[in-house]
C-alpha cells in the first residue's frame, strides 16, 4: 500500500506550521524535512499535484541560497512528476532554463533555453523579460525587443496605513486595498462615497478592529468545530482563545476592499486576513462603518452580493 498519500499530507501540516506568526521553524529544518519525507515517500508521490507544488518549493529554497547542485536535483524531481510529462517539452525546457538564469548558473540556462527555442521559437519571449532578454543576446540574429508592461501593474492597488492595526498586529507593513465599481471591476479613483469611507476608517481604525476582533471572538467556537483539528495539531492552528488580544499569533490583516455599495453616504467595506487555521482559503469579513455584517473565507470581503443582501 502507497505511504506517499500520507507523507504529502505531514510535508503539508510541517509547511503550514512554518508559516504561522509564532513559527521558529528555520528555513534549514524546513529543507531538512521535506528532504527526509520526500526519500521516505515511495514512487506514487510522482502522480499526486501537491507533490509538484512541493518539489517546486524546494527548487526555489535552494535558488535562494543559490546552491546549484541541489536546485539541479529537484529540477530531475520535477522531470520525473507526472504533471511535468503532461507539458509540451519546450515549456519544461524553459522552466528548468529560468531556474538555472536565477541561481546563477548562465551556461546551464543557455543551454535549456536553446531547447526550448529549438521547438518553439516565439514560447520564450512571453515569458520573463529578464530571461527573453539574456536569451537574445546568444541568438546569432537578435530579435527585435518592444518594452512591455507588466500585467501586475494593473489593478490599481493602493497603500493605506492603518496605525493602529499594524501596532495591534506587530506589522510594519501597510494595507493595499482596491476599489470595486458597480460590476465588481477595480478602479482606480474613488467616487466621494467611497472617499468617505476611507477617512471613516482611518479615523475609527480601533473600534473597526476591535469589533471585527469580538465578533470573531463570538464565532470562533464554531469554527473550531468546522475545522476540528486534532489534539496534536490544535496547538499550533487553533488553540482555544481567552480575549481578542490571542489573536495576534493567529492572524495577519492583508487587504481590503472598498465596494460600490452604498448606505447612508458609506461603503461596505471587506477586509481580507491570512489565519493559521486555514492557509488556503483565509478570512474575510464585511463591515459597514464599525458594524460587521459577515465572517467567513477571504473571498467574502469582495463579494458584493453580502454587502447588497444587507441593504434589503
Given at each position: ?7 504529502i ?8 506550521k ?43 529554497e ?43 548558473n ?29 536569451f ?10 518592444t ?93 482555544d ?9 493567529l ?54 452580493w453580502t ?6
Amino acid at each position: 500500500m502507497s505511504n506517499a498519500q500520507n507523507i504529502i499530507a505531514e510535508i503539508d501540516t510541517f509547511l503550514d506550521k512554518s508559516m504561522l506568526r509564532k513559527s521558529k521553524i528555520t528555513k534549514q529544518e524546513l529543507i531538512n524535512f521535506i528532504e527526509q519525507k520526500w526519500q521516505e515517500a515511495d514512487k506514487e508521490k510522482y502522480n499526486i499535484h501537491q507533490g509538484s507544488i512541493f518539489i517546486g518549493r524546494m527548487i526555489n529554497e535552494y535558488i535562494n541560497i543559490n546552491d546549484f547542485e541541489n536546485m539541479m536535483r529537484w529540477i530531475v524531481e520535477m522531470d520525473a512528476h507526472s504533471l511535468s510529462k503532461k507539458h509540451p517539452a519546450y515549456i519544461n525546457s524553459y522552466y528548468n532554463g529560468e531556474c538555472c538564469l536565477e541561481c546563477g548558473n548562465e551556461e546551464k540556462a543557455l543551454e535549456f533555453f536553446k531547447l526550448c527555442y529549438a521547438e518553439n521559437k516565439d514560447y520564450i519571449f512571453t515569458r520573463a523579460p529578464f530571461c527573453y532578454q539574456f536569451f537574445n543576446k546568444h541568438l546569432e540574429n537578435p530579435k527585435e525587443l518592444t518594452n512591455k508592461k507588466d500585467s501586475d501593474e494593473e489593478g490599481f492597488d493602493i497603500i493605506f496605513e492603518l496605525k493602529y492595526w499594524q501596532d495591534f498586529f506587530k506589522e510594519n507593513e501597510k494595507l493595499y486595498y482596491n476599489l470595486l465599481d458597480e460590476d465588481g471591476e477595480i478602479v482606480e479613483k474613488p467616487t466621494t462615497d467611497q472617499q468617505n469611507g476611507l477617512e471613516y476608517l482611518q479615523k475609527n481604525q480601533e473600534i473597526i478592529l476591535r469589533n471585527l476582533l469580538n465578533e470573531l471572538l463570538k464565532k470562533y467556537p464554531d469554527l473550531q468545530n468546522i475545522y476540528n483539528y486534532s489534539e496534536e495539531n490544535k496547538q499550533d492552528f487553533m488553540p482555544d482563545l481567552k480575549g481578542i488580544q490571542d489573536f495576534l499569533d493567529l492572524l495577519t490583516p492583508i487587504n481590503f476592499y472598498v465596494t460600490s455599495v452604498i448606505k447612508e453616504g458609506y461603503p461596505y467595506i471587506g477586509f481580507g486576513f491570512s489565519c493559521s487555521w486555514d492557509s488556503e482559503h483565509g478570512l474575510g469579513v464585511m463591515t459597514h462603518k464599525d458594524r460587521i455584517i459577515e465572517i467567513a473565507g477571504a473571498d467574502i470581503a469582495f463579494d458584493t452580493w453580502t454587502a447588497e443582501k444587507d441593504l434589503k
